[in-house]
């Protein structure tokens, strides 16, 4: 209902599920964030999956969106909690973009699609797997944006990390467009193993 | 004049769907055509004053005297429902109206625009006339950033890139290149 009604055709989807990313990738700039971000969204896609399949016998058909919208946001109210009094420097770290979670596309697309038709066990199978996904890009793409944007690695709030190289190889990376273009060059990289895949599967004498 | 550095700066400077990534997923696929984005931008910027402003009320009136502010979220999170589902009513007896907006509904309670933008007034610690400010800069600079989307996608449609870019690759690549433009105004100073 929030979703699916709007995104019929599957590219669609898939942009929408690959953009939807772009809001934690803002704060992948240090391993340091990355980490955060990533436990943040693994620890809340998991609790809010079990909460919405839990209770998905007793959710109300025409209440659903507004109930998988503040199960989402309770998690991610706990996570925020628990970060803050447990890691305060990585919760000012995330600043806006933790709260934000809650509303993701990533999580309510997640709780819409599975969560809502398995049982719990399933649910939190599911939301492990996809924060999973998700968590290794966005680790992978702090790793890159902090060793090449800054020429650093391990930086954070409690100490200066290792020095790799002398000055930032390609500054342009820890900028937020930096992200973005990684990101494309990522899924190009990826779509182009699939036609070289299909190609050869087709003809495999010529290639 | 601090009002309208708040204004400005919401729209151009820190524009949030170009250097926050806040909502860039329903702005680059909510709408094709220029006009109709338009009507989805200013849904949001509507629902962003509305009820972003009605959570930013709540937060300094009621949740933080109380110090219950940890219940901003869902509050402003169900408060943003509410407001969307209230206007698809309204909406609904206007068959013109209707027609415009329906596929804008679904998306703007997942929007990150207006709880971002919640959240950004409550971490500077903005007094209210600022929030509002605040809040419907971010609207007007989502609406300026789905114009730029919708163009960049009507353009894209009509090139020929590299087979390995094609589809979403490319449209990535298009984003990334508007974020850096946008990136062009952060030497705005007055």
Redesign the interface.
């Known amino acids: 209902m929030l979703l699916k009604t709007k995104l019929k055709s599957s590219d669609s989807l898939a942009l929408f599920q690959t953009l939807a990313l772009c809001p934690a990738l803002a704060v992948t700039t240090t391993i340091f964030c990355s980490l955060a971000i990533s436990a943040a969204l693994l620890i809340s896609i998991v609790l809010s999956a079990v909460l919405v399949s839990a209770l998905r016998k007793i959710i109300p058909t025409k209440l659903r969106a507004f109930v998988y919208l503040l199960l989402s946001s309770f998690s991610v109210t706990m996570v925020y909690l628990i970060m803050r009094a447990v890691f305060p420097s990585a919760a000012t770290a995330l600043g806006i973009y933790l709260p934000v979670l809650a509303i993701s596309c990533v999580i309510i697309l997640r709780l819409e699609i599975f969560s809502a038709l398995n049982t719990p066990g399933l649910a939190a199978l599911d939301g492990l797997i996809t924060g999973a996904k998700f968590s290794a890009v966005m680790l992978a793409c702090g790793f890159i944006r902090e060793l090449l944007g800054r020429g650093r690695l391990f930086t954070s709030p409690l100490g200066e990390g290792l020095k790799i190289f002398p000055a930032a190889p390609v500054s342009f990376l820890a900028q937020p467009a930096g992200a973005l273009l990684l990101i494309a060059a990522a899924a190009a990289a990826i779509q182009y193993m699939q036609m070289r895949n299909k190609a050869k599967a087709e003809n495999p004498e010529t290639v | 004049m601090e009002y309208i550095l708040i204004l400005i700066a919401a729209i151009l400077t820190d524009n949030f769907v ?5 909502g ?2 329903q702005a ?2 909510s709408s094709e055509k220029p006009l109709n984005a338009v009507w989805g931008g200013g849904l949001v910027t509507g629902v962003s004053v509305v009820a972003g402003g009605i959570t930013c009320l709540l937060y300094s009136f009621v949740l933080e005297p109380l110090k219950i502010s ?5 509050l402003g ?2 408060i943003v ?2 407001t969307v589902s209230a206007l698809e009513a309204v909406s609904a007896k206007n068959n013109a109206l209707e027609e415009v907006l329906r ?1 804008h509904f ?2 703007i ?4 625009v207006i ?2 933008a919640v ?2 007034a409550i ?1 500077n610690n903005l007094n209210i006339g600022a929030s509002f400010l605040l809040l419907l800069g971010a609207g007007i600079g989502y609406t300026l950033a789905v114009l730029v989307f919708v163009s960049v996608r009507e353009r894209l449609q009509q090139s020929n890139p590299p ?11 298009a ?3 508007a ?2 433009a946008f ?1 062009g105004f952060a030497g705005l100073r007055f």
Not at chain 2, 109 to 112: C, R
């Open positions: 170009f250097t926050k990534f806040l860039i997923e680059f696929v940890f219940m901003t979220l869902p999170v169900l429902a509410a596929c679904p998306m309670t997942t929007n990150g709880m971002g959240f950004l971490e087979a390995a870019f094609a589809g979403i690759p490319i449209m990535i690549v984003a990334a290149l974020v850096m990136s």
